[in-house]
């Protein structure tokens, strides 16, 4: 299967992006902004959830009402640190959604990344995994995370990031051709030390302010 890639360009989403790439923005604003937009990121990557009818009463009369169908569980996966800025968006709109944590670091000098945690539900082979990131750069760290997510055989698996890098497209694509990835926007390149360019600088960093 081929993935598919799906640009998110609604206009709330462009705007609030412009303002987190800013390198004035505070910490506090940067991490308000991800959460306002991880809301309209999940809307968007949750669109093709199957529905069924139940039979509801208004306070007026009986009617048959949509309502999410019980067999599609989710569980969201954050990629640490930054994924955690998604996570607490996205989990405002599906609150009983499960968590899996996976801990990733990028060694600076080599790209690589280093797992120091991973912790995901026991009943995630009934599930469908929603993996968050901000960051698609060089694709390691998303590529990893996969591929250890994948051994926990989720029912499916879609990679949700704020911004990407067409490296880190093409990697994550030509090793995950299964998962779709969704996206705000795509930049140019990736500098010499793995930073995408304009990017918006360390996503970790400026979510809490460690830098
Ligand atoms: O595509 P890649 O080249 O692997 O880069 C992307 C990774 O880099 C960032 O994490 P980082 O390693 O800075 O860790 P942090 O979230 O703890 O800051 C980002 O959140 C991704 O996980
Ligand atoms: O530009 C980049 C690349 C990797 N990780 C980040 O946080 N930002
Ligand atoms: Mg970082």
Redesign the pocket.
Known sequence: MQNQVTIIEHPLIQHKLTLMRKAETSTTKFRNLLKEISLLLAYEVTRDLPLKYEQIKTPLAPMDAPVLAPDKKLVLVSIMR?GQGILDGMLELMPSARVGHIGLY?DPKTLIPVEYYFKVPQDVEQRDMIVVD??L?TGNSAVAAVERLKSTNPLSIRFVCL?AAPEGIKHFCETHTDVPIYAAAIDDY?DEH???IP???????RLFGTK
């Open positions: 930054a990028r901000p960051m750069a911004l990736l793995g930073y995408i990017g918006l600088g360390d996503a970790g960093d």
